[in-house]
């Protein structure tokens, strides 16, 4: 039997907004482990084992949590809502199981990758089997223009992932570019969980619109905030490797930041470690030491905070009530973990 652990104790000082967020949450979600737990299910002994594997691995649940979340702010909570929010978690963790596979990382929320223990082909079936999950709980929901929104965010994921794949080593790839890249594979899936409750629920395109704009501005400012932490924060926080990115290549915002204004020795730098991955003892300090002089960490943060202040300000449309403060606060944190 698999369990999904969601619960938050009663009594917690000092809980920070995605742990209020859950806490307020937790009886929706509760529902939403439900659905999870059932559609997991398989005669397939490896397929639950692999997919507990990850989805009890931690991880605060906010792209679900934020479909029921703008469901509750919008006063519906309705079955559909709650399967559309398991669907997202089962698309997020899909595409968990295959970027692991296709960035040969070694963690994943604090834990060794799946891939690591079953193997990549195990690692891809089952998250092909999560996505077929997530698409008939999409149709159960009744609603064709939901299926819609998130079987294009899941085709936009993929493309943004292909893009990224395409970028690593590629020191040309400029900052839009890049903005480009995470758009589509962080923020749409994002945008989509926000939006689709608006959906279900039967609110006007204006309110649909500010729902999508939030969640779209979020998951910028989470991704942008994890770039930043890649390489100033703590592997605790990360939930995987500090430096993954540098080591894999990837030319992520505070490397795009620093090769625009590199010359001479530092351009032959990033030439090296990130298009030739010649890489040396003391090459990752050097590039901190670079972005610490060009303040490209800083300035990948302050562009976070924007995204966040654009995601809150998509919710001034909405009645003020505690979903919306939640909602609101939860903006705020995805910046604060830079901290």
Request: one cysteine or more; aromatic letters at 6%; glycine letters at 6%.
């Amino acid at each position: 039997m698999v369990s999904v652990k969601t619960s938050v104790p009663e009594s917690v000082p000092s809980l920070n907004a995605a742990e209020r967020l859950a806490k307020l949450a937790y009886d929706d979600m509760r529902r939403v482990d439900a659905l999870i737990l059932e559609r997991l299910d398989s005669h397939v002994e490896l397929i639950p084992e692999l997919a507990k594997y990850l989805i009890e691995a931690g991880g605060k649940r906010v792209r679900p949590m934020i479909t029921v979340a703008a469901g509750n702010l919008l006063g519906y909570t309705e079955d559909s809502v709650m399967k559309l929010a398991a669907a997202v978690e089962f698309i997020h963790t899909a595409t968990l199981l295959h970027d692991d596979v296709v960035d040969e990382s070694g963690m994943r929320r604090g834990k060794t990758a799946a891939n690591l223990i079953w193997g990549n082909a195990s690692s891809v079936l089952v998250g092909d089997f999560l996505f077929a999950r997530s698409f008939s709980l999409m149709v159960e929901a009744g609603s064709m223009k939901a299926l819609g929104v998130l079987s294009a965010a899941a085709s936009t994921i993929a493309e943004g992932e292909v893009r990224q794949l395409s970028a690593v080593k590629d020191t040309s790839v400029s900052v839009d570019t890049y903005m480009q890249i995470i758009d589509a594979k962080t923020a749409a899936l994002f945008a989509a969980a926000a939006q689709v409750s608006g959906i279900v629920a039967g609110r006007n395109a204006a309110d649909e619109e500010a729902l999508e704009t939030y969640g779209r501005e979020l998951g910028l400012a989470f991704q942008l905030v994890d770039d930043a932490l890649d390489y100033g924060g703590r592997a605790s926080k990360l939930g995987k490797s500090v430096g993954d990115d540098f080591r894999e290549g990837k030319v992520t915002l505070p490397v795009a930041l620093c090769i625009a204004k590199a010359e001479g020795e530092e351009a032959s730098f990033w030439q090296r470690v990130i298009a030739d991955t010649d890489q040396r003892d003391g090459d990752f300090e050097q590039a901190l030491a670079y972005m610490k002089k060009h303040g490209t960490i800083d300035a990948t943060v302050k562009q976070a905070k924007d995204h966040a202040k654009a995601a809150r300000m998509a919710l001034q449309r909405f009645p003020a009530n505690e979903w919306r403060t939640a909602l609101e606060d939860l903006a705020d944190f995805v910046v604060e973990r830079a901290y």
